[in-house]
């Protein structure tokens, strides 16, 4: 079925895996695989003490009508002391195993986080959202799932082997029968999972499709509810479970075929054994308890001997699991475009600079302009022309394709459209890990018109997000600006992050770090005309030409697409009441 | 202390199964089967007792053993035969178990599914979706893991100690009874261990959840970190919690690790006490060598399926603990609840009537009724059909509440709002939607097609009548700059159109039930100004001829309405056209004037 080099392929590759998984913790490993072989040798041992008491306890005491009461308590002591012993054995590999497996994985999760840190946004955009979390969650878990059975799996086979020495020494005939039932299992095992993985597997991709379909379906309740399709969308979904049920079922057929089979030939071993060993003891070349100690042995190794068939199968899941944290973990980090910057002047300066997502999408060619301090720059035009890649370029989340930039100082603040929060206080979310003093923290909020913080339940130390508090729009993106400002950058960069804010809040905001953040470097989106009113300069942002920095009022004798553009704003205004007419 | 856990698990068993009756469908017969299965396992044990006793004759005189092998070969065959039958009515017994399951288990998605679907925004909110969505999928998947692994286990097992016992009791009742009676003190002590490990796999469960959330927070939140510098900082915070997940998880396997060696030592005890007393009573009660051998393999088979037992345990509390979640969910109350009695709108002009209206919100764990402040309080109005009304207020002021409302999205505390004279809990929910439509604040958009999207409205809808929709509120222009006209995908959440052109979407999607009532929660986030002049032109166009409701928050939408509510903490402070209202002194007036200020200073 499969062709010897694939096979030993596999054999290498899945030793290489076995290698780099306990090369995390040694230490815990090996004691868990002493107890293993403690709990092997005690069990073979088991099994010879039970021959001693059949033939020399049982068969003698029947035989002769004689109660030895030494006999019968050395017996008994030695049947508590092994499984003692054995129990001890037990309680190491299993503890130490978990130990070993679970510490591995925090290792795991603290290289893929080292990842996910070290990483700029340039790198992140590329990767999806759903693929980075399945290597922090279910990768990790999959490359660990196979250290758990794994001593067991090694005690198995050793006691496999001195078990398989003890069968074979004590009757050739007989033991050579038993042992070579032995691989008959174990394929049997492998071929099973095989077989019965293939429709786990399309079970699992069938539930990854319906998982995305229920959170789709979920997330957009609102419009399900807005025409009334609950009924609907129930009948989607679960044409989607049903395909989950049906890979399913057909799983569990094969599976129920291939455990009936697996109980099966043991017994039937078991029984053929006891007509060999009849004929064995006739001729006088096998006791009663060595039959019995025979076919005790080869029980005990039927069942652990499915767990190596289910360890073995379990590999192809670790490994790629494994593998792709590997690939994460050596895909080569991304320079930070922030390090590329000129720190020099007291002036943001960019030089013949070209931006855009990659060179065949570039938003804005050869452009150079200098911002001077104190000064508010509002970015202007329609969306797609590159305002938000621009301000994104400046802050360093999106590196230039050419050209340079220098900063008078480090602390370069963006502020983005739809800000993310952290699921942890509010002034956590603003120091950012800093230390900042509290009447800093207030100041902040009060710069960015946050009052509303005072009114949560525990003030700044209220727990947003998911555990916590939930916020709107507006009060998440003042928090953005809080954590913005209380920096003092010397440039301020905002993504149109007053957007959810109501005209005299944003107006507010804008006059408060005009105030308070007076030498600072200020640009930002506009998409409201009372925004572009404020700004000392304007750039006009359009799918041909760019224009700027100059003054609005320049710009609209300039630039006729710019005046096309404020006449749309005006457009909405003009249709309004005629009161509003007068008013203007 | 452990009673009641364990009281609690089969009261959440019962509850599931009253659940999902289709769990006990046909369970009678898939036991008995389990059981003709599991006797196949003490044939071996029965065999070697008949073959010591019978077939190798042991006499007095060991030196004389004479061996009658034909006799063992007659009793080896027919255990062979029986072994195959029981091999068939095993497979059989699990087939159908799997099969059940998972029959019932589609069925419990699918109720999930229903029920989700129908409960309130409220319990819809953002922070709640993700387990919602855990609920339908992780849920349900750990109690299918239970019944193709765990519950197959107790089926199989059980079954077993059934059986070795009723095989015990027939040889030598007192043995029997006296492993049975060893066997006993084993179950509490692994109920000990058992409740010890359910709080330890809670508490992983807990820690691993908070590890997976917070380096979700550095994949969503990379920008901000790479802003401010912070990945190292955030980077260990998920460190930490990454070194509590791992204490927690090698706490439990501890615990767990003691599991299997009491099942040990237990069997241990009941193997050394059956070989002393079985030796000290000797012949003289009828026992054998092959009686007493036979008896030491059957004490091992029973105890073996109450250590395999164990091993599912924690499995067990999974699908336990994922069981009463879902129950859970099924517990909470529907939203807005189908009406029992409905009554069908008439043709008569749809008239709106608010009477006496107040909303608040349920109160959440741990809140007091107190806790949970009035949203809207004693609001009266009446709105004649056809009039366009723009409803403002200040962010909290209970207009999105009012919105909310009017479109049954949730059903008011006190009062209640009439179309047509009829109350709003008295019509069917298919009337209900086809009568009156809500654009909301963002639009969702579904991962397909804008025609998949559009058809969303309206599933038998035409290619061309798509098409027409576009034309009908001045969008014709637009639809023609999609790339693939209707086959034009959208992206997930509609993320390959700007926020403006998701908003038009909906605008054509709300245009194809051409609702008598309409009811639009104005986008707050900024579009662009091409975006903005069409979408204006289209909410004209749309708004003609019926009653259009906005929640506007923006007061050019207030301008152009015939009538504007003004809503202040919950409370309808003013009620008018825009021209009067403006001229009134009060908070329009005063909302107004700042707007003015702030859009004259840019010109």
Not at chain 1, 418 to 440: A, K, Q
């Amino acid at each position: 079925m499969h062709d010897h080099s694939s096979t030993s392929g596999r054999f290498h590759r899945t030793i290489k895996l076995l290698r780099a998984l306990i090369s995390y913790h040694p230490g815990l490993f090996s004691i868990s695989m002493a107890g293993a072989a403690l709990f092997a040798v005690c069990t073979v041992a088991s099994s010879w003490l039970l021959r001693w008491i059949i033939d020399e306890v049982i068969v003698r005491r029947f035989d002769s009508q004689h109660f030895s009461l030494s006999r019968t308590l050395t017996a008994v002591a030695l049947l508590l002391g092994l499984s003692l012993i054995r129990a001890c054995g037990v309680i190491v590999r299993r503890s130490f195993a978990g130990r070993a497996q679970w510490r591995t994985a925090q290792s795991l999760t603290d290289e893929v986080v080292d990842v996910l840190v070290q990483q700029p946004p340039q790198w992140h955009r590329q990767q999806s959202t759903g693929d980075l979390l399945t290597r922090a969650g279910v990768d990790v878990d999959a490359s660990v799932a196979v250290m758990a059975p794994l001593p067991y799996a090694s005690s198995v086979i050793l006691m496999m082997v001195i078990a398989g020495y003890g069968l074979i020494s004590n009757d050739v005939a007989l033991g050579v029968a038993a042992t070579s039932v032995f691989p008959l299992l174990i394929g049997l095992n492998v071929l099973y999972q095989r077989r019965v993985d293939k429709w786990f597997d399309i079970a699992q991709g069938e539930l990854g499709s319906l998982s995305a379909a229920v959170h789709e379906s979920f997330e957009g309740v609102t419009v399900v509810k807005a025409f009334g399709a609950e009924n609907r969308e129930t009948e989607r979904l679960a044409v989607i479970a049903s395909r989950v049920q049906n890979a399913r079922v057909e799983a569990i057929r094969l599976r129920s075929l291939f455990e009936a089979a697996l109980d099966f030939v043991p017994n039937l071993t078991n029984i053929c054994l006891v007509i060999g060993g009849a004929f064995r003891v006739r001729s006088g070349d096998l006791t009663v308890g060595e039959l019995a100690s025979f076919i005790y042995m080869f029980t005990l190794l039927v069942f652990p001997l499915r767990l190596i068939g289910y360890a073995l199968s379990e590999m192809p899941r670790s490994q790629a699991g494994f593998g792709r944290i590997q690939r994460l973990r050596l895909s080569p980090i991304l320079t930070d475009p922030r390090s590329k910057y000129l720190r020099a002047g007291t002036e943001l300066e960019v030089k013949s600079i070209a931006i855009g997502h990659d060179s065949e999408h570039v938003l804005l060619k050869n452009f150079s302009a200098t911002f001077r301090p104190g000064t508010f720059t509002a970015l202007v035009g329609y969306t797609g022309c590159g305002k938000s890649t621009f301000l994104q370029s400046l802050a360093g989340t999106i590196p230039c394709l050419q050209g340079d930039i220098s900063t008078p100082g480090k602390q370069v603040s963006l502020v983005f459209q739809e800000p993310f929060l952290f699921g942890t206080s509010v002034s956590d979310n603003i120091c950012m890990g800093e230390h900042f003093e509290d009447n800093e923290i207030l100041w902040s909020l009060a710069v960015a018109e946050a009052d509303f913080v005072h009114q949560l339940p525990q003030g700044i130390n209220t727990i947003i997000g998911e555990r916590g508090v939930g916020l709107s729009g507006g009060q998440r993106q003042r928090i953005a600006l809080a954590r913005a400002v209380i920096r003092r950058p010397q440039i301020l960069l905002l993504d149109d992050t007053t957007s959810a804010l109501d005209p005299n809040t944003e107006m507010k905001v804008l006059k408060n770090i005009e105030n308070e953040l007076s030498d600072a470097v200020v640009i930002a989106v506009a998409s409201r005309p009372s925004l572009i009113g404020m700004a000392d300069e304007v750039m006009f942002f359009h799918p041909e030409i760019m224009v700027g920095p100059s003054q609005h009022l320049e710009l609209l004798v300039q630039s006729g697409p710019y005046r096309a553009l404020m006449q749309a704003y005006e457009r909405p205004k003009e249709q309004n009441s005629s009161h509003s007419k007068d008013l203007l | 202390m452990i009673e009641s856990t364990n009281n609690g698990a089969i009261a959440t068993l019962n509850r599931g199964v009253r659940a999902v009756p289709s769990l006990r469908q046909g369970i009678g017969f898939t036991v008995f089967l389990a059981l003709i299965g599991a006797s196949g396992r003490v044939v071996v044990p029965v065999v070697i007792q008949q073959a010591i006793d019978h077939g190798l004759h042991l006499t007095n005189n060991s030196a004389q053993q004479t061996v009658n092998v034909s006799l063992v070969i007659k009793v080896c065959v027919g255990a062979a035969i029986y072994l195959l039958i029981a091999a068939v009515a095993q497979r059989t017994a699990v087939s159908r178990l799997g099969q059940r399951s998972e029959a019932a288990l589609f069925e419990l998605r699918v109720q999930l599914f229903q029920h989700i679907h129908l409960l309130s925004l409220e319990d819809h909110n953002d922070e709640q979706r993700g387990s919602l969505v855990a609920r339908v999928t992780s849920d349900v998947e750990t109690l299918s893991q239970f019944f193709s692994w765990g519950g197959l286990a107790y089926l199989l097992d059980g079954a077993l100690m059934v059986i070795v016992a009723s095989v015990m009791l027939a040889y030598d009742w007192v043995l029997a009874l006296i492993v049975i009676a060893i066997s006993t003190p084993l179950i509490y002590v692994l109920r000990r261990v058992q409740s010890k490990l359910i709080a330890a796999y809670d508490a992983t469960r807990s820690a691993n959840s908070f590890v997976l959330g917070s380096t979700a927070e550095l994949v969503t939140g990379a920008e901000t970190l790479h802003a401010y510098s912070a990945g190292a900082i955030f980077g260990q915070r998920v460190k930490k919690s990454a070194k509590a997940r791992g204490d927690a998880q090698t706490k439990a396997t501890m615990i767990g690790a003691l599991l299997f060696p009491s099942g040990e030592i237990f069997g241990a005890i009941a193997v050394s006490s059956v070989v002393f007393i079985g030796l000290w009573r000797g012949s003289g009660s009828g026992l054998t060598a092959g009686a007493l051998v036979g008896f030491i393999f059957l004490t091992y088979r029973f105890l073996e399926p109450i250590a395999e037992l164990t091993e599912v345990l924690d499995q067990t509390q999974t699908a336990i603990s994922g069981m009463r979640r879902i129950l859970g969910i099924l517990a909470i109350p529907v939203g807005p609840e189908a009406p029992k009695y409905p009554i069908e709108v008439g043709s008569g002009p749809l008239d709106i009537e608010i009477e006496n209206l107040s909303f608040a919100y349920r109160p959440r764990d741990g809140e007091s009724e107190i806790d949970s402040h009035a949203v809207l309080q004693n609001v009266y109005c009446s709105i004649p059909f056809g009039t366009q009304v723009a409803i403002v207020g200040e962010t909290g002021s209970g207009k999105t509440t009012l919105g909310r409302l009017l479109s049954r999205f949730s059903d008011p505390t006190v009062g209640q709002i009439s179309i047509g004279g009829i109350p709003l809990n008295r019509i069917q929910n298919d009337e209900l939607r086809k009568l009156l439509v809500v654009v909301p604040q963002e639009p969702f958009l579904f991962s397909d097609t804008v025609a998949a999207n559009l058809r969303f409205a309206l599933p038998r809808a035409t290619q061309q009548q798509l098409v027409d929709a576009f034309s009908n509120v001045d969008l014709q222009d637009w639809f023609e700059t999609l790339p693939m006209g209707l086959d034009t995908l959208v992206g997930q959440r509609g993320s390959q159109l700007s926020a403006g052109e998701r908003q038009l979407i909906a605008l054509v999607r709300a245009s194809l039930i051409n609702p008598s009532i309409l009811i639009l929660d104005e986008a707050t986030s900024s579009v662009d100004a091409s975006t903005e002049v069409r979408l204006t032109r289209a909410l004209d166009k749309l708004s003609r001829g019926r009653t259009t409701i906005s929640i506007a928050h923006r007061l050019s939408t207030a301008a152009r309405a015939d009538r504007v509510l003004v809503l202040d903490s919950g409370l309808l402070v003013q009620d008018g056209t825009h021209d009067e209202l403006v001229t009134t002194p009060g908070l329009y007036c005063e909302m107004y004037k700042s707007w003015e200020m702030s859009r004259n200073s840019a010109d």
